[in-house]
């Protein structure tokens, strides 16, 4: 319950990615509320528009919205606002409107295409959003040092590089305060603005 005087602190993260990377299932794995998702089935109708990959049936054709609270004191409450970036590249052109005011991102990448990350690096290099680059667990993905990964994702030192299995809760709830930390961190060295839509 909220306390006469609880500080309640509300931040905006943004999950991005190629597609089927997982973002969809990220955030499902930790909101406390139902989340959102604006799931299309791929269709034949859509072959060569959509992409398939490992079977995947649907796709995010808007975003994903979910909520956690991360500090959860009487006297402190940090809520945090998820949304989901579309992966395919054709809703591409909606990604100023979801990200619009957010704070930092979760960047997730799968091993097997790194090269698909980097849209949304860019996107929140040129915006000036500080970021997290997680990288899911899929089967098959190989091992791969987490300099290797700094390397082929061409992110600087200062950017975390963590793994993360979008399915599971408290891994994500981790990859969570990291980035928020990260941004935190970052915001006050450099006073960066949200991004405008
Ligand atoms: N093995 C494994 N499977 C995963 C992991 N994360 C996601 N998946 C699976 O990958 C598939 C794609 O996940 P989605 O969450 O729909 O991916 P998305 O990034 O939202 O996809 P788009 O919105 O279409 O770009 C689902 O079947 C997930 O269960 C993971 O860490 N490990
Ligand atoms: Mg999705």
């Not at 979760?106 to 698909?116: E, G, I, K, M």
């Not at 996107?123 to 990288?135: L, M």
């Not at 098959?140 to 299995?165: I, K, S």
Request: charge should be neutral; aromatic fraction near 8%; include cysteine.
């Amino acid at each position: 319950m909220i306390q006469p005087f609880t500080r309640y602190r509300a931040a905006k993260i943004t999950v991005a990615g190629g597609f089927g990377v997982g973002k969809t299932t990220f955030i499902a794995a930790v909101s406390e509320v139902p989340p959102l998702r604006t799931e299309a089935p791929v269709t034949e109708a859509s072959a060569g528009l959509d992409e398939t990959r490992d079977g995947k049936g649907t796709t995010t054709v808007a975003m994903d919205f979910g909520r956690i609270t991360i500090d959860d004191r009487a006297d402190d409450r940090l809520v945090l606002y998820l949304f989901g970036m579309p992966g395919q590249h054709r809703f591409w052109f909606m990604w100023n409107s979801v990200a619009a005011g957010t704070i930092a991102a979760v960047v997730l990448a799968d091993t097997r295409r790194l090269a698909d990350a980097y849209p949304a690096i860019d996107f929140f290099d040129q915006h000036r959003v500080p970021y997290a680059v997680a990288v899911n667990a899929f089967p098959h993905a190989g091992p791969v040092t987490e300099q290797e990964l700094r390397e082929a994702l061409n992110v600087p030192a200062e950017v975390p590089v963590l793994r993360c299995d979008a399915r599971d809760r408290a891994q994500v709830r981790d990859a969570l305060v990291r980035v928020v930390q990260h941004a935190i961190h970052v915001h006050r060295a450099t006073r960066s603005s949200p991004v405008s839509a």
